[in-house]
């Protein structure tokens, strides 16, 4: 087989489920094809940056079938050379280092292709070039602050990530706050006084934006993003960042004839 080669192909996802094609014209003022999130296939697996680097059988991923399949080439490097490699990487890509916008999936893919395929393979320039679209659009301006405010909350309600690659599912869960009364024992009176029940961790991040040109529209469109991640996150369904797309979706579906008269 090491002669013969292992097929190297990229599953190309659309997160939206074809909404960005619908409602990118009229919220961006510019058509968007899709949110694209790609992972790597070879050996009969499927890599691809998700809260860590992930592995999944092929099609068995949390994204479903894709949309399309790439060909990238061959590669002749063993699986168990290619898995040091992406343990050696594993520390740039955590949740902790996630990056909608220049650290992503598709920033991911595009460098484990070039390591299995050469440089003359990667990730398509349209898929890459995707987030300097977006931020290119007349609503970039207002975008660009939210997606700062759904990372933020996304990574402080992530669990710490190993620094090594393990190919487990990909799950994200929100750590509970450490209660008052962890923090500190006091004298028995005193801490007899200070003891109250552990509060519920409820929604208590909804930071208010800093004073900007675009004032009450950027904050009223960050405060319906967050409070539907929230409540999608109360539900215990989703993990964070299938939550925060979910949410964004809502958003974008609830004001897709606003953003069109906005412009006009």
Partial sequence: MAEEGYKVTLNVYDLSNGLARQLSTSFLGKPIEAIWHTG???????????????SSPAGTTPYGRPLRVVELGVTH???EVFEDYLRDIAPRYTAETYRLLTHNCNNFSHEVAQFLVGTGAG???YILNLPAEVMSSPMGP???PMIQNLESTLRSNVAPQTT???PTPASVSAP??????????PAPAEKASKEAPTPAPAKKEAPTPAADPLGSA???????????FAAIMAS???RASEAAALAMRRVMERHGDGATMQQG
């Fill in 40 to 54: 790597v296939v070879v050996y009969g697996n499927e890599y691809y940056f998700g809260g860590g680097i992930q």
């Fill in 77 to 79: 490097i063993p699986r």
């Fill in 123 to 125: 990730v398509p320039d």
């Fill in 142 to 144: 207002l975008i660009m």
């Fill in 164 to 166: 090594q690659f393990v």
């Fill in 176 to 185: 509970t706050e450490a209660p008052a009364s962890e923090r500190k024992a």
């Fill in 218 to 228: 950027r904050g009223k469109v960050q405060e319906e993003v967050m409070k539907e």
């Fill in 236 to 238: 215990g369904t989703l």
